[in-house]
């Protein structure tokens, strides 16, 4: 099987930044297997990109990141049909905004096991099946990763843990695979995730980018092999400008602007 025909895996594939690395990579002609939830918005999408990339091989198969067999069934989909991987996006994350105290045991589980438990299984699930090239794994780590974040906590430390594991796997495979973190701050894709950013000021309107400008400046890094990326001017600002600042300012200043809005966005 030439390069060519080596798969990347996009996680969060029907989601709105997922939706802007599908089209992007979609654009450069790169084999598609994407994943998400829902049967039926991976088939709508498949339908889609072969009305407008009729030559491109797409893919689906639905998985919850949740659930180590739905996983196991994702991959061994992949090994039925004799797929090889090039590149995993893992785009896929979830998100609750609010005080600790009032989590659910279920929200706990979905928000630790989507964006980190995920992301580690199917690492190592694409590099067990990488081509002959040299493989490529992306994750969409955040921005709120960069300091804890009173009332948006559980989602910061999912994400800065995300970050963790992509930075120490890169050693390991150093030479075998170009591994990347991205860090992006506000990207308008969902209704509440506007609003957040409109509520955000000055600072929230600056700073947020296009999924479709993220996904490009993402692809960049990876292709660049860098370790970690802060994507937008304004957000590398912040991520560096912050650490001049106590951490107790900090933290006073974070949970005043993230303790006015309250939502479980899934
Ligand atoms: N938007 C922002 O401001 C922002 C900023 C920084 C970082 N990020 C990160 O960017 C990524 C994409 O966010 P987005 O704004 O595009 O949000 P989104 O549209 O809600 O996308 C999230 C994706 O995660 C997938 N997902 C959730 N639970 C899953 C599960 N149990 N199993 C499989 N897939 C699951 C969803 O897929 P299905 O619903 O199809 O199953 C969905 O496509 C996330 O990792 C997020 O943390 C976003």
Not at 109 to 130: C, D, I, K, P, Y
Not at 165 to 170: E, G, I, P, S, T
Not at 226 to 245: D, P
Request: proline fraction near 4%.
């Amino acid at each position: 099987m030439g390069a060519r025909m080596e798969y990347t895996l996009v996680t969060g594939a029907c989601g709105g930044l997922g939706g802007a690395f599908v089209n992007l990579l979609a654009e450069r002609g790169e084999p598609l297997f994407l994943t998400g939830r829902s049967k039926e918005r991976l088939a709508a999408l498949a339908e889609h990109l072969k009305e407008r990339f009729p030559a491109l091989p797409v893919e689906v198969c639905p998985c919850d990141l949740t659930d180590s067999i739905s996983r196991q069934a994702l991959f061994e989909f992949a090994d039925g049909r004799g797929i090889k991987f090039r590149r995993l996006v893992y785009v896929a994350g979830v998100d609750t905004q609010k005080a600790a105290e009032k989590y659910t045991e279920a929200k706990i589980v979905l928000q630790a096991r989507v964006n980190l438990e995920g992301a580690v299984s199917l690492a190592r699930g694409v590099f067990g099946r990488r081509g002959e090239g040299r493989c490529e794994l992306l994750a969409v780590g955040s921005m709120s990763a960069s300091c804890p974040m009173p009332y948006f906590a559980l989602y910061s430390a999912t994400k800065k843990a995300l970050e963790q594991f992509w930075v120490a796997l890169r050693t390991e495979l150093k030479g075998r695979a170009k591994v990347t973190v991205v860090l992006p701050g506000g990207i308008p894709t969902r209704e509440d995730i506007k609003e957040n950013i409109r509520s955000h000021g000055w600072f929230g309107r600056v700073s947020a980018l296009p999924p479709e400008v993220v996904a490009k400046k993402s692809m960049r890094a990876l292709s660049r092999n860098r370790r970690r990326a802060v994507i937008g001017f304004w957000n590398k600002l912040l991520y560096g400008a912050q650490r001049l600042v106590p951490l107790s300012l900090r933290m006073r200043v974070i949970a005043k602007i993230w303790s006015r809005t309250e939502k479980d966005a899934f």
